[in-house]
């Protein structure tokens, strides 16, 4: 069960890289200089979620059903709030850029014209990717939920690690050369957001009622942000 989980956690967390990048290269135009900014900002919420994770591992160990749902719906809020932004609200942060345009027709635009800074570049990355924080924080969560023997605590982290890689190897290679050219980017998304979703449920199957929230609750709003 933790291992499908750890699959489906690992899909859906490259999975949105892909998805992410592409929409960025839409604001950013995702220059050379530009792109290795993005995946900075990208590896630095995968770092910050899976500290994350471990603190609420640790700290909630009784409530780990719920923590684990509450980070998938957060996610996927986060996700479904941004990809539905209209492009014109990253203009007044310097953060909506152009390759190329008609100076005769949009001479108003002309200092959107080129690469963004790398402060702007940095923050608008950060604001626009923060879901990746909250589902790169379930795979703390799902391997103190795997764990139950210190003993094994190395070949739980392994084999776990290991699926979890699986995941994010088919999670780049599906949605980069099948689901954006047949689902398009919100399509994708919505994938993306049904495949950890049914992670979440696959995990949460069969583990006892954590007190005062429902588990499933949380992973109903989180699938809910599919519509």
């Avoid at 900075?40 to 995968?46: K, P």
């Amino acid at each position: 069960k933790t291992d499908l989980a750890a699959v489906l956690f690992g899909f859906g967390t490259l999975a949105l890289q892909i998805i992410f990048f592409r929409v960025l290269h839409v604001y950013l135009t995702l220059s050379t200089i530009v792109f290795p900014v993005v995946l900075c900002a990208y590896l630095l919420l995968m770092a910050a979620g899976q500290w994350m994770g471990g603190n609420f591992a640790d700290r909630y160990p009784s409530r780990l059903p719920n923590v684990a749902a509450a980070l998938f719906a957060i996610g996927a809020i986060l996700t479904a709030l941004v990809l539905n932004m209209p492009p014109v609200w990253a203009a007044p942060l310097r953060a909506l850029r152009f390759s190329s345009f008609n100076g005769s027709l949009v001479p108003e635009y002309a200092s959107l014209v080129g690469d963004p800074g790398v402060l702007t570049t940095l923050a608008f990355s950060f604001a626009f990717m923060l879901a990746v924080a909250s589902w790169s924080a379930l795979f703390p969560v799902l391997l103190r939920l795997a764990t139950a023997i210190i003993d094994e605590a190395g070949a739980s982290f392994g084999r776990l690690y290991g699926m979890y890689t699986v995941g994010n190897v088919a999670g780049t290679f599906l949605t980069g050369v099948v689901l954006l050219s047949t689902l398009g980017t919100g399509g994708s998304a919505v994938f993306a957001i049904a495949v950890v979703g049914a992670g979440s449920l696959v995990l949460l199957a069969g583990l006892p009622p954590a007190p005062y929230f429902s588990k499933f609750g949380f992973v109903a709003a989180g699938l809910v942000t599919m519509v």
